[in-house]
Each structure stands twice: as structure tokens, then as C-alpha cells.
């Protein structure tokens, strides 16, 4: 699809918003890799400036910066001007991804897994479906364990350990569509089942959804929903991101709820950018601004709400890895160390550069493993530095990543969601 002139406008607008200051540059963990201009968030700005107003071919150095940023934007934290940088690279990859000028792994990953799978609920199931009776037929750890994938590369070896464990059911399959609760309620949340999280984080979503019920919520998971689209839109394909917005908007209007919860850092993120997608759409753009104004993270609504059950002692070590696009997209950090801290007999330690990404970044530690893992390398030292027993961070991707690194670097360490924290002193 064309640039709109509302559109080109609207990014040259956040462009001249850009002091080229250099403010951001400590804060580029791409930028601490090389210290090449290019690879900073100034940088690759002057790039996407350049190329929109076609002073810039469509250059491999250009798709390389463009896919080489994670797109964590912690340089919108540090920003002065409050340039909103991740609007603009995830509009240069979608103009990367209108010309198929990506590098072909990522393309090939792209059409496969975000375009077949992500997109469908049922493919994500069947997909589930066999990563399961690949694990449970024991050839996954016999291949682990075997090393045999290292004869043809360390690092096939090191992105199979990658690979999520997928639960023996999904969690959208073992709960109600609405989820009532005795004795005074408190209110009606919606629910956001997902895609990845829904068929092996389950135990994540469960937890979620006891300490609401817990704190006197009723809670709706409409079974119809699908992917919130953040994997698509940080990756160029919009407008797979829009059509799986719009299926969202539909089903959750179906149902009365006060705020929309949701346990996953990179779609709370994004469902609050509906409204700025939809802009355009004279159906959609009503509906997704009402729909992004309810949505809420689980941590953020229950520090605004406030706990109506008090947790249980839990004699723990604890620390907490800030996702990305929780601390930098959403600028919601004290609510999650509120919610562990509100825990007695927790010993919360901070961890060194917590806003530091993990090099997870969505599909990053699989197309640009190498740069994943140095900075995943610079957050374990930091993790271990800690001495803590449990690393809490609030996203999938991190904690994927994070409980490679604990393998990876020799670390003692369990990952858990700040929620599941919660949920177990709830239990204990």
C-alpha cells in the first residue's frame, strides 16, 4: 500500500521533532554494539527521513539498520523532544516488506510464522499440535541432549533450545467465556487469551485470571478472539496487524466489560496503538479509540485498582527485568515492583539496568541471533549479579529469553511473571 500524504506528513512531522541531540545514543543497545552513527536512533532517523523523501535508495545497508534496531525504544524514554521513533521504523519495514526487500530468512520466517500461523487461532493450534508430540515423543530433549545438532551449527544447536515448551492444553480450551466469582464483585474486565501465550504460557494466563477473580472481578475471554497483530506490525505487515485489529475490535464489542487486562507486555502495547492504526478507517476508528482507551496491563490496572486480598508470606529473592514495551512503550514501571513488593517476605533486589533489553525483540534472537545474544550476554551479568532465586519480567518473549540465558551462562535462577509471583503467595 501507497504512503498516504496524511501519513508522510505525520512522519515528517516526528522527524523535525528530532534535536539530533545524541541524548539517546547511551540508551541504544544496537548503537553500544558497533558506535557506528548509522546504528543509533539519530541515525537511522536521518536514514528513514532520507529514504521517504527519496533522497535514499531502498539499500541493503538501509533494510539492514532497519531489522539491526529492536525496536525496544528506549531512546523514546531518553528522547527530550518525546520522538516517538518506533512509529518510524516500524514504517520503514512496512514499506521494506510492500517490496520483499528483506534479507529471505526473514521473509521466509515471516510468511510462514507470522503470515499461516500467527494470523489464523486454529493454525497456531495445529502448529502447537505438533511442537507437542515433538516434545513428548522425547525426541526434543533427546536431540538437546545428544548435542547432534552442533555438527551442523552452534547455532541450530542454540535456537532450538529457543523453542517454547507448549502446555499439554491451551488455556482458551479449559475456561469459561465468562468467569464469575462469589461474594461482592468489584467490577467486569475482558481478557486477552492471545496466541503464543494461550498455548504455552498457559499457566501465566491462569494466574492472571485467579487474582482477579480473587480481587472481586468478573472476567470475560471472548472465544473468538485472535493474535493482537504487535508481531506483524513490529515486522512490516500492517496490514495483517489492521485486519487482526479489526477482529479483535469486533468480538471484544460483544461483550460488557470496564477494562480490557492483559498479561502480555508487547500486546497491551499494542492494542493501545489501535486507535493510531485505525486513524484512517472511517469504520474502525471511532470503535479502536474506545477499544485502546479500556486497555489496560494487569499490572497497571491492579495498582490502580488496588488489591482487596492480601498475599501470603513468600520467603523469595527476587528481581525484575523491565520488558521493553512495558517500561519504554508504555511507561509503566513502579506498578509491577508495587505489585511484588505488596508481597511480605519477598526480598526485592534491583537489577542493574533493568530497562535494558534482553535481545528477545519479538522475532530478533531468531534473525539476528548473533546481535541477541551479545546483549543477552551484558543482561545474564546483570541477572547474576543479583544473587536473586526468581527473575520476574512481564512478557513472553523476555522470558524465553531470559530462561535460555540461565541455561546458557550456568545461572540457579527460576522466571516467573510478576503475576505468578502473586498468584503463588495467594496459594502458599
Same mark, same amino acid.
Given at each position: 500500500?501507497?504512503?498516504?500524504?496524511?501519513?508522510?506528513?505525520?512522519?515528517?512531522?516526528?522527524?523535525?521533532?528530532?534535536?539530533?541531540?545524541?541524548?539517546?545514543?547511551?540508551?541504544?543497545?544496537?548503537?553500544?554494539?558497533?558506535?557506528?552513527?548509522?546504528?543509533?536512533?539519530?541515525?537511522?532517523?536521518?536514514?528513514?527521513?532520507?529514504y521517504q523523501n527519496n533522497e535514499l535508495?531502498?539499500?541493503?545497508?538501509?533494510?539492514?539498520?532497519?531489522?539491526?534496531?529492536?525496536?525496544?525504544?528506549?531512546?523514546?524514554?531518553?528522547?527530550?523532544?518525546?520522538?516517538? !521513533?518506533? /512509529?518510524? &521504523?516500524? $514504517?520503514?519495514? %512496512?514499506?521494506?516488506? @510492500?517490496?520483499?526487500?528483506?534479507?529471505?530468512? =526473514?521473509?521466509?520466517?515471516?510468511?510462514?510464522?507470522?503470515?499461516?500461523?500467527?494470523?489464523?487461532?486454529?493454525?497456531?493450534?495445529?502448529?502447537?499440535?505438533?511442537?507437542?508430540?515433538?516434545?513428548?515423543?522425547?525426541?526434543?530433549?533427546?536431540?538437546?541432549?545428544?548435542?547432534?545438532?552442533?555438527?551442523?551449527?552452534?547455532?541450530?544447536?542454540?535456537?532450538?533450545?529457543?523453542?517454547?515448551?507448549?502446555?499439554?492444553?491451551? !488455556?482458551? /480450551?479449559? &475456561?469459561? $467465556?465468562?468467569? %464469575?466469582?462469589?461474594? @461482592?464483585?468489584?467490577?467486569?474486565?475482558?481478557? =486477552?487469551?492471545?496466541?503464543?501465550?494461550?498455548?504455552?504460557?498457559?499457566?501465566?494466563?491462569?494466574?492472571?485470571?485467579?487474582?482477579?477473580?480473587?480481587?472481586?472481578?468478573?472476567?470475560?475471554?471472548?472465544?473468538?478472539q485472535v493474535c493482537c497483530g504487535s508481531?506483524?506490525?513490529?515486522?512490516?505487515?500492517?496490514?495483517?496487524?489492521?485486519?487482526?485489529?479489526?477482529?479483535?475490535?469486533?468480538?471484544?464489542?460483544?461483550?460488557? !466489560?470496564?477494562?480490557? &487486562?492483559?498479561?502480555?507486555?508487547?500486546?497491551?502495547?499494542?492494542?493501545?496503538?489501535?486507535?493510531?492504526? =485505525?486513524?484512517?478507517?472511517?469504520?474502525?476508528?471511532?470503535?479502536?479509540?474506545?477499544?485502546?482507551?479500556?486497555?489496560?496491563?494487569?499490572?497497571?490496572?491492579?495498582?490502580?485498582?488496588?488489591?482487596?486480598?492480601?498475599?501470603?508470606?513468600?520467603?523469595?529473592?527476587?528481581?525484575?527485568?523491565?520488558?521493553?514495551?512495558?517500561?519504554?512503550?508504555?511507561?509503566?514501571?513502579?506498578?509491577?515492583?508495587?505489585?511484588?513488593?505488596?508481597?511480605?517476605?519477598?526480598?526485592?533486589?534491583?537489577?542493574?539496568?533493568?530497562?535494558?533489553?534482553?535481545?528477545?525483540?519479538?522475532?530478533?534472537?531468531?534473525?539476528?541471533?548473533?546481535?541477541?545474544?551479545?546483549?543477552?550476554?551484558?543482561?545474564?551479568?546483570?541477572?547474576?549479579?543479583?544473587?536473586?532465586?526468581?527473575?520476574?519480567?512481564?512478557?513472553?518473549?523476555?522470558?524465553?529469553?531470559?530462561?535460555?540465558?540461565?541455561?546458557?551462562?550456568?545461572?540457579?535462577?527460576?522466571?516467573?511473571?510478576?503475576?505468578?509471583?502473586?498468584?503463588?503467595?495467594?496459594?502458599?
Amino acid at each position: 500500500m501507497a504512503m498516504t500524504e496524511t501519513l508522510k506528513q505525520h512522519l515528517n512531522d516526528i522527524y523535525n521533532k528530532c534535536l539530533h541531540c545524541g541524548l539517546c545514543l547511551p540508551s541504544c543497545p544496537t548503537y553500544n554494539l558497533n558506535f557506528r552513527e548509522e546504528s543509533s536512533p539519530r541515525g537511522r532517523i536521518q536514514l528513514i527521513h532520507s529514504y521517504q523523501n527519496n533522497e535514499l535508495k531502498l539499500s541493503d545497508i538501509f533494510v539492514n539498520e532497519m531489522y539491526f534496531c529492536l525496536d525496544c525504544q528506549a531512546c523514546e524514554t531518553a528522547c527530550p523532544a518525546g520522538v516517538h !521513533f518506533g /512509529e518510524l &521504523v516500524e $514504517e520503514a519495514r %512496512s514499506s521494506i516488506s @510492500e517490496r520483499s526487500a528483506e534479507p529471505f530468512g =526473514l521473509r521466509f520466517l515471516k510468511k510462514i510464522f507470522l503470515q499461516a500461523v500467527l494470523s489464523s487461532p486454529s493454525r497456531v493450534k495445529t502448529a502447537a499440535k505438533i511442537m507437542r508430540l515433538y516434545q513428548c515423543s522425547g525426541l526434543r530433549d533427546a536431540i538437546d541432549r545428544s548435542e547432534i545438532l552442533r555438527l551442523f551449527s552452534e547455532k541450530l544447536y542454540e535456537k532450538h533450545q529457543l523453542l517454547p515448551y507448549v502446555d499439554n492444553k491451551y !488455556f482458551d /480450551e479449559e &475456561v469459561a $467465556e465468562v468467569i %464469575s466469582q462469589e461474594g @461482592e464483585i468489584r467490577g467486569r474486565v475482558g481478557f =486477552l487469551s492471545g496466541c503464543i501465550m494461550n498455548v504455552a504460557f498457559s499457566q501465566i494466563h491462569h494466574d492472571a485470571v485467579n487474582v482477579l477473580t480473587a480481587n472481586g472481578y468478573e472476567v470475560v475471554i471472548p472465544k473468538n478472539q485472535v493474535c493482537c497483530g504487535s508481531l506483524h506490525a513490529h515486522n512490516g505487515e500492517i496490514e495483517t496487524a489492521k485486519s487482526l485489529a479489526r477482529k479483535n475490535i469486533e468480538v471484544f464489542e460483544q461483550f460488557e !466489560f470496564d477494562a480490557l &487486562v492483559i498479561d502480555s507486555a508487547g500486546c497491551s502495547a499494542f492494542m493501545k496503538e489501535y486507535n493510531r492504526i =485505525l486513524a484512517d478507517d472511517l469504520k474502525y476508528a471511532e470503535r479502536a479509540k474506545m477499544f485502546s482507551s479500556r486497555v489496560k496491563d494487569i499490572s497497571e490496572f491492579l495498582a490502580e485498582v488496588g488489591l482487596k486480598k492480601e498475599p501470603k508470606h513468600l520467603d523469595k529473592k527476587v528481581t525484575y527485568h523491565e520488558a521493553c514495551h512495558l517500561v519504554h512503550t508504555q511507561k509503566i514501571s513502579k506498578q509491577p515492583r508495587q505489585l511484588i513488593q505488596s508481597i511480605p517476605g519477598i526480598e526485592f533486589v534491583e537489577l542493574p539496568e533493568s530497562t535494558w533489553c534482553c535481545g528477545s525483540a519479538g522475532i530478533y534472537n531468531i534473525v539476528r541471533y548473533d546481535d541477541s545474544m551479545k546483549i543477552l550476554e551484558r543482561k545474564m551479568k546483570n541477572v547474576e549479579l543479583t544473587g536473586a532465586e526468581i527473575v520476574l519480567t512481564a512478557n513472553p518473549g523476555c522470558h524465553l529469553q531470559i530462561q535460555f540465558g540461565i541455561r546458557k551462562f550456568g545461572l540457579h535462577m527460576e522466571v516467573l511473571h510478576p503475576i505468578s509471583l502473586l498468584a503463588r503467595a495467594y496459594r502458599s
